[in-house]
């Protein structure tokens, strides 16, 4: 089953960023999106992201993790690549700037995972200290 926010209403993006980005692949907060609609969804995360990489040009996402059908969308006059394969790692995005230092590597959590679940996961996330892969950050609160 798919969840879509229904489009009258406005939610506040979830999300939580470690202080600083990390300097690997490492995980640099998560994001609890509404829906697995990556168009509509897309956007908040974006924005909540623009002190840190502003443009955002490209979103790379395993394939299979997010209903979408555009391969590119419009956010404040930018353009911004949609690029999702099927061997990226599942419950991850990756954001790109306009050049590799501009990025950010960000958990998904599933849009229907528990509130409490959720909030486990975005603590942990951002925290400053944790190095934990995604696998990891599910299994704080048994989530698959």
Known sequence: M?????????????????????????IDGAWWPHSSQLESEIRD?????????????????????????????????????LD???????????LRGTNDKQALTIMVIPPNTSTPAAATILAAASNRRDNSTVGELMELTSVR
């Open 84 to 94: 999702g394969y099927r061997y990226w790692p599942s419950g991850v995005v990756k």
């Open 2 to 26: 798919t969840l879509t926010p229904p489009s009258n209403i406005t939610y506040e993006p979830r999300v939580a960023l470690k202080a600083h980005a990390t300097t690997n692949d490492h």
């Open 45 to 81: 995360l974006i924005e909540t992201v623009s002190e840190r990489i502003n443009p955002v040009v490209r979103v790379v996402f395993h394939e299979n993790d997010w209903v979408h059908s555009l391969s590119r969308i419009q956010v404040d006059n930018h353009l911004i690549r």
